[in-house]
């Protein structure tokens, strides 16, 4: 029988709970309010990065003529999901997703519902080993890397500490991707409210499940290989931000989130 780790909580399940979903256990929901109780902002922060997640793959799909999408970190499945976002311009897109959360596994069916000229899948693999990532995706057979590929890593490398190799991982992943190539990434910061995001670091570690928040100058270094696309690496709700999209009325402090998208020259 798969272990769904209901007995202890789980960052996807507790990123679910900030979303308002309700794929979550109690566990996850008494972790998640510790985090709400020392950072009430924290659920506006999820829904900053949602929003910004929509906006970027949406960009890459209309303005940069994106068509495979690699999402590692996918999360409990949210309506709309990537794959619906980017089939809704171009229904020939293609979407691997990545996790290792059992549960999401469980959920899978909602990230399989392709358009009939496209194609979704989902394979089970941790980023913190990106050559079995890079395996599974090959063996999976949805993406081919021999044309274009935006690699999506939204709220995932603040649970990829330095020890864990957070730099590597990225450089690894991105060095199996052609030219033409784009990196989308979002990330927790403790630039604007150090105090409390250090509490939210100690309360994760706690309950354990790694994690790191980093400087702008520190999530910059994801990219230091890439042609950063304008506006460059901002807080997330700066990033193109559209009418309607997530959250109004959002000061840095409350989204603590950077996030950006680069192309591999």
């Not at 972790?31 to 949602?50: E, G, K, S």
């Amino acid at each position: 029988m798969t272990d769904l780790g209901q007995d202890r909580p789980h960052s996807a399940r507790m990123y679910d709970y900030y979303l308002g979903g309700k794929t979550n256990y109690a566990v996850d929901r008494e972790a998640a309010d510790a985090v709400i109780q020392r950072f009430p902002a924290i659920l506006t922060a999820a829904r900053v990065n949602r929003a910004f997640m929509h906006r970027a793959v949406h960009f890459l799909a209309a303005e940069r003529g994106v068509r495979q999408f690699l999402d590692i970190g996918t999360g409990i499945p949210t309506a709309p999901n990537l794959h619906e976002v980017v089939q809704a311009v171009d229904a020939r897109s293609r979407v691997a997703y990545v996790d290792t959360d059992p549960i999401v596994l469980a959920y899978a069916d909602s990230l399989l519902t392709s358009s009939r000229e496209g194609e979704t899948s989902y394979v089970e693999a941790s980023v913190t080993d990106p050559e079995a990532v890079i395996e599974a995706v090959k063996e999976d057979g949805c993406l081919s890397f021999d044309e274009p590929v935006a690699l999506t890593l939204h709220a995932l490398l603040h649970f990829v500490p330095d020890d864990q190799d957070a730099y590597g991982v990225v450089d690894r992943l991105l060095d199996e991707l052609p030219p033409g190539s784009y990196l989308s990434l979002s990330h927790c910061t403790g630039d604007f409210a150090p105090e409390s995001w250090q509490a939210i670091v100690d309360l994760y570690k706690g309950r354990g499940t790694p994690a790191q928040v980093r400087s702008h100058d520190e999530v910059l270094r994801f990219f230091e290989r890439l042609e950063l696309v304008r506006p460059g690496l901002v807080v997330a709700h700066r990033w193109r931000p559209e009418p309607a999209s997530g959250p109004s009325l959002v000061t840095d402090a409350d989204a603590s989130l950077y996030a950006g998208v680069a192309v591999k020259k």
